[in-house]
């Protein structure tokens, strides 16, 4: 069951090194699946917050950070009611709220849809509340996002940027959240730890590859990605996959 775990993490670690973000979309499938969803999403904050330190401050000089309070305080407000239905939520009904969430996410990004519409202050808030009780819940808080500006065709440069510098923006609300729940046991840090090093691997690998793609081939390797990791993390496949 841990290598499942194992291998999620190195996966995650590659989408947020790739683009910024993907690293819950991939990791809470299939860890969830092999940890249980309260301990996949508490050690996944962990190890993500640590690993995701230095790209911040190496991305920091690139991001808006003004354009993304707005977002930020939607997340921030909206995280505890994530947490609070991570915490004392049915761990099988989560994991299926996150499949379905996962492949929605991706028929959504992969159609094509765009808009190019005002961004207004009610449609940042709105986004961001949406973000925050999907990361609270489940680490999802990129994916609302991440469709809204692919939708207006942001570059994935600057997607990357802003990702890295908004999801350590509210790290700390989603952290009090979880702790207050009762969710970073010592259990939590433990399997972190565990976590670190292919994380860290698959981030690595993923900032060196990032250069070399276009923004095509960019797109279709974590669409790809994300289907694999909402595949394996179906529980209906739990006994198929000996878990």
């Known amino acids: 069951m841990m290598l499942f775990a194992l291998t999620g993490a190195f996966l995650a670690g590659l989408a947020r090194g790739f683009s910024g973000f993907g690293s819950g979309l991939i990791f809470m499938p299939i860890a969830s699946a092999a940890l249980g969803p ?3 999403v508490a050690s996944l904050l962990v190890f993500d917050f640590i690993v995701a330190g230095v790209p911040l401050i190496r991305n920091f000089a690139k991001t808006s950070v003004l354009g993304l309070l707005p977002i930020a305080i939607g997340i921030s407000i909206f995280i505890p009611l994530g947490g609070w239905a991570a915490a004392h939520g049915d761990p099988v009904t989560i994991r299926w709220c996150l499949s379905a969430v996962v492949f929605a996410s991706l028929a959504m990004i992969t159609s094509g849809f765009k808009w190019y519409g005002t961004e207004t202050l009610p449609i940042a808030l709105g986004l961001g509340a949406l973000s925050g009780f999907l990361g609270g819940m489940a680490a999802l ?25 908004l999801l350590a923006l509210t790290a700390v609300v989603s952290a009090v959240t979880y702790a207050l729940n009762g969710m970073l046991t010592a259990h939590v840090f433990r399997v972190a730890i565990l976590m670190l090093a292919p994380y860290i691997a698959g981030t690595w690998i993923g900032s060196s590859v990032f250069h070399l793609a276009s923004a095509q081939t ?26």
Request: net charge positive.
């Open 38 to 40: 309260r301990v996949a």
């Open 141 to 165: 808080s990129g994916i609302v996002i991440v469709i809204y500006w692919l939708a207006r065709d942001m570059e994935p440069s600057q997607m990357r940027a802003n990702m890295f510098t």
């Open 218 to 243: 960019f797109r279709r390797i974590v669409y790809v990605m994300i289907f694999v990791s909402g595949v394996m993390g179906l529980p209906l496949l739990d006994s198929a996959f000996g878990r």
